[in-house]
């Protein structure tokens, strides 16, 4: 079980609570409250107001997490245009920081970015965009004996800052009916959660406890990065997908800590190792799990063929995630010479090419590129040791499972998470609300192994079927990481808001 890890230094550590007032935290937003910063980005030089330090809520239990800051082009107070856009009219990006379900605090437009280039904010800024980068409490939190960060504080929070944007749309700059949410991982979750639950009233009675202003808190667009949602069947997908994989490089846990997983730069240190025969065991208990939750979705692809899997896990599901791996295979096919053409389709097993196109990918094959990243159950570990259990702690407990079969099979003699919690963490819950977000942007590196694909395909398919804007790709080559097509990202961005 975790050991809390360090935490990472608030780089706005110095500078007060914007809003604190003798009588607690206000919830109107003050327009005179700001510094004015300028950043070097290509060449330009980019001029903002940094409105920074904002307590979103009226009663926080950890303040330092539960603000946003809040940035905006200096031109647009000087009445110009950026990018077809105006102070009237300019969408909202709204990254969060989360990794790995640890607290984040909200990102600041003058830290360096990941693997050190520009950050996202200020390149958003330089878009013509608002930024409001949000900070939310995690499950590692701790006052006293007391947790304060575990599920759901962390969409609890994210809501909660939505709801204070829409409350003071008129006194901010930018339109609060264009917040497009961006995120990585666990942070691409929440992004997608937060899309999806828009104005759930799931979450009004918890949202008023915590002295959330009352306002919507549905959003425009999602943007979300290798997504880790879905957690209560990520196990059975998990095997679905890489059963046939014994060895496995997987994340140590016990060194991982806040400022690493906030700073997706920085890699992990793994252990190696191969599964036990007790592992290989439950790797097929749970791939035998699988088919049944997917049938039971009932999904359909945008011809309206049924996407099934058979008691072995093949199907019209597999070919459609494998049909998504021929898709972005041969974009990065188109830009090579014939020789590279050769040389990519060599370095690959699971490919059928011929005449300069890939035509096939066989999913069972191709997962054997790389090792496992998890071992079984990949999420709800036995031993309670994952950081998915210590998500779904609570006040008192440190770790819990939320699946019945770790459940069944504890050795730490754990008990299950409420099943609200559960609930109220999974996107695929939302898909069909009626105030869930129109516009959607899904990226999962080909490569990116700290889920099933399934999960991300998944997602995708339930929005497009409830009639949602989907645009959903696994890039090429890409492991586990966001914010690495910032230009597409936001030409998608452009095309949706402008
Ligand atoms: C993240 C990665 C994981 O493998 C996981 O299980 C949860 C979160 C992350 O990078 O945020």
Redesign the pocket.
Not at 184 to 187: H, L, Q, W
């Given at each position: 079980v975790f050991a809390a890890p360090p935490m990472n230094k608030n780089p706005l550590a110095e500078l007060p609570y914007a809003n604190k007032t003798e009588n607690g935290y206000s919830l109107e937003f003050n327009d005179k409250n700001y510094s004015t910063a300028s950043a070097e980005l290509n060449g330009k030089t980019i001029t903002y107001r940094a409105f920074e330090k904002i307590v979103y809520v009226s009663n926080p239990v950890e303040a330092e997490y539960q603000t946003l800051n809040f940035y905006v082009p200096e031109d647009y107070y000087q009445g110009k245009e950026i990018n077809g856009y105006n102070a009237k009219t300019a969408p909202i990006f709204l990254p969060n920081a989360i990794?790995?379900?640890m607290p984040a605090m909200a990102a600041v437009a003058s830290q360096a970015g990941h693997d050190g280039k520009t950050n996202t904010i200020l390149q958003a800024l330089e878009r013509g965009y608002v930024v409001a980068s949000v900070g939310a409490r995690g499950r590692t939190l701790k006052q006293g004996d007391t947790y304060t960060g575990k599920a759901p504080a962390v969409i609890l929070d994210l809501k909660a800052a939505v709801r204070y944007l829409h409350a003071n749309d008129d006194k901010m700059v930018g339109d609060a009916n264009k917040i497009i949410s961006n995120g990585?991982?666990?942070?691409g979750a929440m992004s997608a959660l937060l899309g999806a639950s828009g104005d759930s009233a799931d979450y009004t009675k918890l949202l008023d406890e915590m002295g959330a202003v009352n306002a919507s808190d549905a959003i425009f667009a999602v943007s979300a990065y290798c997504p880790?949602t879905n957690l209560e069947h990520a196990d059975a997908a998990y095997e679905w997908e890489f059963s046939g994989l014994h060895h496995y490089s997987r994340?140590d846990m016990s060194r991982l800590n806040a400022k690493t997983?906030n700073d997706r730069s920085m890699k992990q240190a793994t252990i190696e190792g191969e599964l036990s025969a007790d592992e290989i065991k439950i790797s097929n208990d749970l791939k035998d799990q699988f088919p049944e939750y997917l049938n039971n979705l009932q999904l359909k692809d945008e011809k309206g063929n049924a996407l099934t899997l058979d008691k072995n896990g093949n199907g019209s599901f597999r070919t459609y995630v494998e049909n998504a791996l021929v898709l972005s295979a041969n974009q990065t096919l188109n830009g090579l010479n014939a020789d590279e053409k050769k040389a990519f389709v060599e370095k690959y097993k699971g490919l059928s090419y011929a005449n300069g196109i890939v035509s096939a990918v066989n999913l069972t094959e191709f997962v054997t590129n790389k090792a496992r990243m998890k071992s079984p159950p990949a999420?709800d570990a036995l031993d309670l040791s994952s950081?998915?259990n210590d998500e779904f702690g609570t006040t008192t407990i440190q770790a819990l499972h939320f699946t019945p079969y770790s459940l069944k099979n504890s050795t730490a003699n754990g008990d299950i998470a409420d099943a609200e919690n559960i609930k109220l963490l999974n996107a695929m819950n939302y898909t069909d609300n009626s105030k869930a977000a129109q516009h959607w942007r899904i990226r999962v590196g080909s490569e990116d192994y700290?889920?099933s694909h399934a999960i991300s395909a998944m997602l995708a398919v339930k929005l497009q079927m409830s009639g949602k804007n989907v645009d959903y790709a696994l890039p090429w080559g890409v492991g586990?990481a966001g914010d690495y097509d910032l230009d597409e990202l936001f030409n998608w961005v452009d095309k949706i808001a402008r």
């Open positions: 990794g790995g379900y990585t991982s666990a942070g880790i994340m997983f999420f950081g998915e700290d889920t586990h």
